[in-house]
């Protein structure tokens, strides 16, 4: 199975902006079928957006508007870039291909 590994994260003040990045052990056929989940401190992990099997992107409410979810194949990388981050976006943000296991996540701090 495809392993993956997220990072990025970091200390943000509100309004601010981030990219994240999910790195896959190996080569992938497409950007298809990723998707990046969240999960705050005291609450449950929660789905953020993804590529569907379609190429298709998805975003859930949320984040609706101020998230872009994108890939580079030849990097065998993905993409979560926010802007307009509030601090209820702080966060461990994890990315999931093909329903796959999970990485170690990515800690997303946002101060007001």
């Known amino acids: 199975q495809v392993q993956l590994v997220e990072s990025g994260g970091g200390s943000v003040q509100a309004g601010g902006s981030m990219r994240l990045f999910c790195l896959a052990s190996e080569n992938i056929p497409s950007l298809n079928n990723i998707a990046w989940y969240r999960q705050a401190p005291g609450k449950a992990r929660e789905w953020v957006g993804g590529i569907g099997n379609d190429g298709g992107t998805l975003y859930a409410d949320f984040v609706k508007g101020r998230c872009t979810i994108s890939g580079d194949v030849n990097k065998r990388t993905w993409y979560l870039e926010m802007d307009g981050l509030k601090p209820d976006d702080t966060a461990v943000y994890y990315c999931?291909?093909?329903?796959?296991?999970w990485g170690q996540g990515t800690q997303v701090t946002v101060s007001s």
């Open positions: 999931r291909y093909q329903g796959g296991p």
